[in-house]
């Protein structure tokens, strides 16, 4: 038992200043963060190295639970407190295959934000990502900007006496060596058959260290939690920003403590707002600064008319079903043995300690015939034992897939070993957008994902299906009779079984969120009127708040989010820090 309590110890968490805060009340702070997630972590722990400025951290969860720790364990965190779930409006090209054809999208609500629950999948940004932020307005972000940033976040510093917080990394591999073994010899035989260009792959660097998850909450403000002027309020869900009356400072921040207590705190410098590409533009809207054509129908003061909410990106993702005869291995059972529990509390490792095969990736360029081209794709697989019932479960429940699909897919899973084939597409056209739904903080915005609203994603996740037949007719996959899994959708049916009209049928009902949200709060140049922040990251027209999380992408990058957001703390800290030197 004390070795399971050791698992999440208290003393790893920076300590709640809430109960301080609630007897004596809040001084001025020199900078207020808003967010303790993957970036605010990161802006907060870097300002605090200054011990001649007070810095305030509001976080609206709590400590991530014990369970978060475990790698095994994320899909089952998604169905806990530690995240919140929206519920997206339907726009009858997409998520059909989920109840009211509306797909869902996740956050965390803890410290460390998504980073405590997630994949821990950590990808930097490309040249091609960031050059294309810089060509377009974001001067100061073209990738050799950016790539000491980049450096810094992952670079060892500090030591016991003077502790500094940088990212924990340990390159992922999975448990299951046959299945990497088979797939990895199909990719093979893929490059050999199409232009060496058309793809590579790689086991990913994940946020992971000994057995346990190391988010930036661990990382940077774990290893600081002694810091005399590092505060952190946990619980602490800010509602409003508060202006001056000519609407160009931030004077308090105003925030509800364990939902009861109302308190406000004073800002003498700056605000960070970094609450996530979800939360960040829904607080800014509720304080007045946004479109006047949603705030002011809804009674809204107007202090700032600027395009938050448009711009909204994400990785949309296609699920393809494939099976397989049951190996030996398979089994019905999905518990871990007790020698496989004592091993991890005890040791931290055994299957516990390991990872889904989601962290080996394939990047892909499908436009084969012009080796150029930035990579548009990448793809990921992941296995479902026969009879794992349960692995099935948290992963329908967390996307409210219909009744009659998940019973199919139970079906199969009593007979086969299922393979997920997930296809993400890199670099989204479409656009979409996120409103207020009313005046109050409680209420979810209004969230259009816009998937597939420019046709050309269609077009590239059709050439993206192309490489899982491809994956169908190499000798590993043969050798195994892997076959794609004909999952009864009645209105496709009328189309032709793998004809592009089918597959267009098929993308509109399985697609999907790659969890990856961004460009909301528009980071570009200052005489661009589409943009809200500008290249220091500062919302135009005020002059001490900052936006620094992925929110400000202009363009999601290419792979997974995480690690470009945490650059972008890194860099907002810098900027924060030269301006405040004298």
């Known amino acids: ?179 990497v073994s088979f797939l990895t010899s199909a990719w093979d035989e893929l490059k050999q058959k199409r232009d060496e260009n058309y793809l590579n792959y790689n086991f990913a660097n994940v946020t992971f260290e000994n057995g346990h998850r190391w988010s930036t909450a661990k990382s940077y403000l774990g290893r600081v939690r002694h810091r005399s002027n590092l505060k952190i309020i946990k619980n602490a869900h800010v509602t409003k920003l508060k202006f001056d009356k000519e609407n160009q400072k931030v004077l308090y921040v105003k925030f509800l403590l364990r939902e009861k207590k109302s308190i406000q705190v004073q800002v003498a410098k700056e605000v960070i707002l970094s609450a996530g590409a979800l939360e960040t533009p829904k607080l800014l809207m509720l304080s007045g600064i946004g479109p006047s054509g949603n705030l002011l129908p809804l009674n809204i003061s107007l202090n700032h008319n600027l395009p938050i909410g448009r711009n909204l990106q994400d990785h949309v993702v296609l699920n393809i079903y494939l099976k397989m005869p049951a190996s030996e291995s398979s089994s019905s059972s999905e518990s871990v043995d007790l020698d496989g529990i004592y091993e991890y509390l005890m040791y931290s490792r055994g299957p516990l300690a390991s990872f889904a095969t989601g962290q080996l990736t394939a990047y892909l360029n499908t436009d084969y015939k012009n080796p150029n081209a930035p990579r548009d794709m990448h793809s990921y697989l992941v296995a479902m034992k026969k009879g794992s019932f349960q692995q099935l479960d948290a992963s329908t429940q967390i996307s409210g897939m219909k009744n009659e699909y998940k019973e199919y897919l139970r079906q199969q899973l009593e007979k086969y070993d299922l393979l997920i084939v997930y296809i993400l597409l890199a670099q989204p056209k479409s656009r979409g957008s996120l409103k207020l739904r009313s005046q109050s903080y409680k209420d979810p915005p209004i969230i259009d994902a816009g998937y597939f609203s420019n046709p050309e994603d269609k077009e590239v996740l059709l050439r993206g299906v192309q490489y899982v037949v491809d994956l169908l007719e190499t000798s590993s996959f043969k050798e195994k009779q892997i076959e794609l899994l004909t999952i009864p959708i009645a209105e ?89 030197a004298k």
Not at 1 to 30: F, H, R, V
Not at 106 to 125: A, K
Request: charged share 20%; hydrophobic share 35%.
């Open 492 to 580: 496709c049916e009328k189309f032709v079984f793998k004809t592009p009209k089918y597959w267009s049928c098929f993308m509109e009902h399985f697609s999907s969120s790659g969890y990856h949200f961004a460009g909301p709060v528009k980071m570009g140049a200052d005489g661009d009127n589409t943009t809200c922040v500008d290249p220091q990251l500062r919302i135009k027209g005020v002059q001490n708040l900052r936006v620094a999380d992925a929110s400000i992408m202009p363009y999601v990058t290419s792979h997974n989010t995480n690690a470009p957001t945490i650059m972008i703390a890194e860099k907002a800290a810098d900027m924060i820090k030269k301006k405040w």
């Open 1 to 179: 038992m004390s070795a399971q309590c050791n698992i999440s110890n208290k003393t790893i968490w920076p300590e709640d200043y809430a109960e301080e805060a609630l007897k004596k009340g809040l001084d001025s702070y020199d900078f207020v963060v808003i967010g303790g997630g993957s970036a605010g972590s990161v802006v907060a722990s870097r300002l605090s190295e200054n011990p001649q400025w007070k810095v305030l951290l509001l976080e609206a969860g709590d400590d991530p639970p014990q369970e978060s720790e475990l790698p095994v364990f994320s899909s089952e965190l998604l169905n806990s407190k530690a995240a919140v779930h929206y519920v997206l409006e339907p726009n009858n090209l997409s998520c059909k295959a989920f109840k009211g054809n509306r797909c869902r999208w996740s956050r965390g609500n803890c410290l460390g934000g998504t980073g405590s629950i997630n994949g821990m999948v950590y990808v930097e940004g490309t040249s091609y990502d960031h050059d294309l932020w810089c060509g377009k307005g974001s001067f100061g972000w073209c990738y050799n900007d950016v790539q000491k940033f980049y450096e810094k976040a992952k670079t060892p510093k500090g030591n016991s006496t003077h502790p500094v917080g940088y990212v924990v990394l340990t390159e992922a591999k999975a448990s299951d060596k046959e299945f």
